[in-house]
């Protein structure tokens, strides 16, 4: 007698050694449960990973991507002027805009997200990019990934 092994079932109907994953039997053509229950599972894990669209409504405006397009080079700028030497005036100047652009990258890019999140195949994670928009200098290079990356999805489509 023949022992069957891990990949290998017995027939519901006739008793035979079947592979687990046969939709029928080559013995008795008796269709194969388990066989059927593992594809659809399999289906159903691959279709709640794809985002649909269609499920998310918004009327965000598009234009938000500005804001982190600004943010972007208002950090470049901010970087580069801190190697020169400047007065008091500019030096308050160039703090007013550390913190315009430190509250402006976050908040544009949690709305642009709900707008890109409604209209393209992409679920970007709002709490990830808004912390990486947060912090100091990584903001720059996180930005301009997700300008890329917006872009590339949308104009997928």
Not at 1 to 11: A, F, I, L, N, Q
Not at 41 to 58: I, K, L, V
């Amino acid at each position: 007698m023949t022992e069957k092994s891990p990949d290998e079932m017995y027939c519901r109907s006739c008793g035979e050694i079947i592979k687990k994953e046969a939709e029928i039997c080559p013995e008795c053509g008796v269709r194969n449960e388990s066989a059927q229950s593992t594809q659809n599972q399999t289906r159903s894990t691959a279709a709640s990973r794809t985002h649909d669209p269609s499920q998310y409504s918004t009327n965000v405006s598009d234009n938000w991507w500005y804001g982190v397009a600004i943010g972007v080079v208002l950090w470049v700028v901010i970087v580069l002027s801190t190697s020169v030497q400047t007065s008091g005036g500019v030096e308050a100047l160039i703090g007013l805009v550390t913190v315009i652009a430190w509250i402006l990258m976050p908040l544009a890019v949690y709305f642009d997200i709900q707008y890109v999140r409604a209209n393209a195949p992409w679920n970007p994670n709002t709490a990830l990019w808004a912390i990486g928009m947060f912090i100091w200098l990584v903001n720059i290079i996180v930005g301009a990934v997700y300008l890329y990356r917006r872009n590339e999805v949308l104009n997928q489509i």
